[in-house]
C-alpha cells in the first residue's frame, strides 16, 4: 500500500515538474501557458516556365520469350546502309 502511494506520488510530482516547465517556456516565448502558436505560412504565384519533368531510374529487361528467326528467302542480303531519313 505504501508502494503504489508512493508511486502515485512520483508521477504526480513528474506531470507537475512537466507542466510548469512547459508553461516556463511559453512565457520565455511571449504566448499564453497551453496554447500552441499558429505557424507562419507565406503565398507565392507560380512562374511561367515550370520544372523540367524528367526521371532517370535504374533497371534491368528480361525476355519473356525467345524464338529462333529463320528467312523465309534463301541468300545472303547485301549490306545496307542506314539513313536519319524519317520513314
Keep these: 500500500m505504501f508502494l ?3 508511486k ?3 508521477i504526480l510530482l513528474v506531470v507537475g515538474l512537466l ?5 516556463a517556456q511559453a512565457q520565455r516565448k511571449g ?5 500552441k502558436s499558429l505557424p ?5 504565384k507560380p512562374q511561367p516556365g ?12 528480361h525476355a519473356f520469350e525467345q524464338v529462333e528467326l529463320f528467312s523465309l528467302v534463301r541468300g545472303v542480303s547485301r549490306p545496307r546502309r542506314w539513313t536519319s531519313a524519317p520513314v
Design 40 to 44: 507562419v505560412v507565406q503565398v507565392v
Design 31 to 35: 504566448t499564453k501557458p497551453g496554447k
Design 4 to 6: 503504489t502511494r508512493l
Design 50 to 61: 515550370g520544372l523540367e519533368r524528367t526521371t532517370t531510374q535504374s533497371c534491368t529487361v
Design 8 to 10: 502515485v506520488a512520483g
Design 19 to 23: 507542466a510548469a516547465t512547459n508553461s
